[in-house]
C-alpha cells in the first residue's frame, strides 16, 4: 500500500510538464525586478489543503525569494467576505481588496479543479491583467489545457487521491521556489 502511494506520486511527478514549470520560473525571475520596483506581489489562493500548501509557499518565498507573497489566511476577513459576498467570491473579493493588477502573479490550487471560488479568483485576476499559474488535480477544469501562454499557466496533476495531489503540487511549487532563492 505504501509503495503504491509512492509509485502514484511518482508517476504523477514523471507526467509533468517540466516545460511549464520551466516557463513560470523564466517568467518569475523577469517578473522579479519589475515585482519589487512596482510593488508586485504574489498572491496565493486555495481551500484546505491546498491552503495550507499555499501559506507554506508563501512562507518560503518571502522569506527564501524576498518575495511579496500573500494567503488569505486571516479567518475573520476570510469568514466576513465568505458571509457578506458568499464563499463562491471570497478569494475575489480579497483580489479586489488588494487592488490585483498586472505587476502581480496568482497562483491557484485546487486538487478537485472544480472549486468556484478558485475559478471566479482565476478570471478576476486575469480580468486585472495578472499572470496567472494554476496547479488542479482530479478531472478539474481541464479547459485551461489549452490555455499556457506567455502569461498564464495551468498544470493538471491526473491523479483522484487528495495526498498524491497536493503532494506533487507542493513539490511543483517548492521546485520553482528553489530557483528563485535569494543568498
Known sequence: MVKDFYKDIQACLNE??????????????NNL???????????????GGS???????????????KVKAHTLSNNSLATC?????????????????????SFDFLVAISSSGKSPNILNAIHHAQDCLAPVFAI???DGNTDFLEWNDLQNYFIHI???????????????LHSIVEELVIE
Open 81 to 101: 467576505l465568505s458571509n457578506d459576498y458568499g464563499y463562491e467570491n471570497a478569494f475575489t473579493q480579497w483580489l479586489q481588496i488588494n487592488q490585483i493588477n
Open 158 to 172: 491526473d491523479s483522484y487521491n487528495y495526498g498524491v495531489i497536493e503532494l506533487t503540487t507542493e513539490i511543483i
Open 51 to 65: 491552503c495550507a500548501i499555499a501559506e507554506h509557499i508563501s512562507t518560503d518565498l518571502n522569506k527564501r525569494c
Open 33 to 47: 525586478q519589475h515585482q519589487r520596483r512596482d510593488s508586485g506581489r504574489v498572491f496565493i489562493i486555495g481551500n
Open 16 to 29: 509533468i510538464d517540466n516545460e511549464i514549470v520551466e516557463k513560470v520560473i523564466f517568467q518569475w525571475k
Open 136 to 138: 488542479f488535480g482530479m
